[in-house]
């Protein structure tokens, strides 16, 4: 299970050195990178994003909403490799509009982690505490 909250920077062109208690978590050197629904990146084991969606792609195709859902979730994911230090590059296809050039943060959720640009983190988080 991901757990925790990390405070990494991206080094380079995006790369990113995954906390080694995520790291420890993962199985596989291939991860699924997608935009969250929020202000963020998503990142998944490619097995667990294929659990993950399952669902969604057993929405019927007449669904408009489903078939918006689909679009949003698949059109802007990427397969990365993990390397043998434990980085990956993240795509400045999912970047470039996340403000992720600076300070950001790495959350465990569970089945999966979150890329955060760091004070947006902070803002949902204490949005969420009330």
Same mark, same amino acid.
């Given at each position: 299970? &991901? &757990?925790?909250?990390?405070?990494?920077?991206?080094?380079?062109?995006? #790369?990113? *050195? &995954?906390?080694?208690?995520?790291?420890?978590?993962?199985?596989?050197?291939?991860? +699924?990178?997608?935009?969250?629904?929020?202000?963020?990146?998503?990142?998944?084991?490619?097995?667990?994003?294929?659990? *993950?969606?399952? +669902? $969604?792609? *057993?929405?019927?195709?007449?669904?408009?909403?489903? #078939?918006?859902?689909?679009?949003?979730?698949?059109?802007?994911?990427?397969?990365?490799?993990?390397?043998?230090?434990?980085?990956?590059?993240?795509?400045?296809?999912?970047?470039?509009?996340?403000?992720?050039?600076?300070?950001?943060?790495?959350?465990? *959720?569970? $089945?999966?982690?979150?890329?955060?640009?760091?004070? !947006?983190?902070? $803002?949902?988080?204490? !949005?969420?505490?009330?």
């Amino acid at each position: 299970m &991901l &757990l925790g909250t990390y405070e990494p920077t991206l080094i380079g062109k995006n #790369r990113l *050195a &995954l906390p080694a208690k995520l790291r420890k978590e993962i199985s596989g050197d291939r991860l +699924v990178l997608a935009i969250g629904f929020e202000e963020c990146i998503l990142g998944f084991e490619e097995k667990k994003w294929e659990e *993950a969606t399952a +669902v $969604d792609l *057993a929405t019927a195709l007449s669904d408009k909403q489903g #078939r918006d859902l689909r679009r949003k979730m698949f059109s802007q994911a990427e397969v990365v490799e993990l390397d043998s230090q434990g980085r990956i590059v993240v795509p400045e296809s999912l970047t470039s509009d996340r403000e992720l050039k600076e300070e950001i943060v790495v959350i465990g *959720a569970g $089945d999966h982690f979150e890329i955060w640009n760091k004070k !947006q983190w902070e $803002d949902y988080r204490l !949005q969420m505490e009330g």
